[in-house]
């Protein structure tokens, strides 16, 4: 059996493979190929933490097991393994860290979702926070749209992300996003931190947090007026306090993605993607990471 920790994933991960892959995941299971039940979550009351454990069949076999401790402070919020089985026997095939995966495949959605509903020639993108997945959301979003500009704010680290990628940090949340083609909301947040006001006609915003159905990130503002997209109705419409707010039909993105669905429909809308995160994305992207193991050397990247 396979066993691969963060470092060995990174080599065989990459964005140009990962965003395809994600994709075609998402149409697979909006058109109901993917065995998926809803995450099973525990709390880990006492450390102010949670335990899910995450399987999905979608031609390859796994689970996630991960934690999420939102109060971490010097170690990262989310941990993670990925158990990979073969589909004819059971038999395990490698067990691999799931910090590195969660956090590029929850961009890699995301990236999806721009490419296919954010306005071609978008060029202005904001971002509120400054952790894990704003770095990842920036370096996966640059793969289907060119940005001239690139603002980011946070509660506290906003001027140092700002130095080391090279982006503007913006005084305020409001200013982040104010004329922003594409909104990324990445920040650890149980109340609402963009509010619909702000937002020019026309925006795409990515919202990855608030998985919680007591959680909120938005403003009821922004979740009962945008064209709401998410990444599973059943998770999502369980899980997401903004998706259980907005009380409308959402559509998934991989029908937009079949061709099931239509994405934007006029350069005013302002189209929001909503995603929990699900397991057919962690395991397409476990699936990724066997594959290129098994690459012969020059075969590619």
């Given at each position: 059996m396979l066993i691969l920790d963060e470092a060995a994933v990174q080599q065989r991960l990459r964005y140009e493979d990962l965003i395809p892959a994600v994709a075609d995941a998402l149409a697979a299971l909006a058109s109901g190929k993917v065995v998926q039940p809803v995450r099973t979550v525990v709390p880990v009351a006492p450390h102010q933490g949670f335990f899910a454990v995450m399987p999905a069949y979608a031609g390859a076999l796994g689970a996630k097991l991960v934690t999420f401790y939102p109060k971490n402070v010097g170690v990262h919020t989310h941990h993670a393994l990925i158990v990979m089985l073969k589909p004819e026997t059971g038999e395990p095939l490698?067990?691999?860290?799931?910090?590195?995966?969660?956090?590029?495949?929850?961009?890699?959605?995301?990236?999806?979702?721009?490419?296919?509903?954010?306005?071609?020639?978008?060029?202005?993108?904001?971002?509120?926070?400054?952790?894990?997945?704003?770095?990842s959301h920036l370096a996966a979003l640059r793969h289907v749209r060119s940005f001239k500009e690139v603002r980011v704010w946070s509660p506290r680290n906003a001027p140092a992300f700002a130095a080391r990628h090279g982006v503007q940090a913006a005084p305020s949340a409001a200013d982040a996003v104010r004329?922003?083609?594409?909104?990324?909301?990445?920040?650890?947040?149980?109340?609402?931190?963009?509010?619909?006001?702000?937002?020019?006609?026309?925006?795409?915003?990515?919202?990855?947090?608030?998985?919680?159905?007591?959680?909120?990130?938005?403003?009821?503002?922004?979740?009962?007026?945008?064209?709401?997209?998410?990444?599973?109705?059943?998770?999502?419409?369980?899980?997401?306090?903004?998706?259980?707010?907005?009380?409308?039909?959402?559509?998934?993105?991989?029908?937009?993605v079949s061709g099931a669905a239509p994405g934007r429909q006029s350069d005013q809308e302002i189209t929001l993607f909503k995603s929990v995160g699900v397991a057919v994305e962690d395991v397409a992207a476990a699936a990724l990471v066997l594959g290129a193991g098994s690459r012969k050397p020059g075969a590619g990247g």
């Open positions: 490698a067990v691999m860290d799931g910090r590195l995966i969660t956090e590029m495949r929850t961009a890699a959605a995301s990236a999806v979702a721009t490419e296919r509903l954010a306005r071609k020639n978008a060029s202005v993108l904001g971002i509120l926070g400054s952790g894990v997945q704003a770095g004329g922003a083609d594409v909104v990324v909301v990445a920040v650890s947040s149980t109340t609402p931190v963009l509010q619909g006001r702000w937002l020019s006609p026309g925006t795409h915003v990515n919202a990855i947090g608030a998985t919680r159905p007591d959680w909120r990130e938005l403003d009821d503002d922004l979740v009962t007026t945008a064209r709401l997209f998410v990444d599973s109705r059943e998770a999502a419409t369980r899980e997401s306090g903004d998706v259980i707010a907005a009380k409308r039909e959402v559509t998934e993105i991989g029908a937009v």
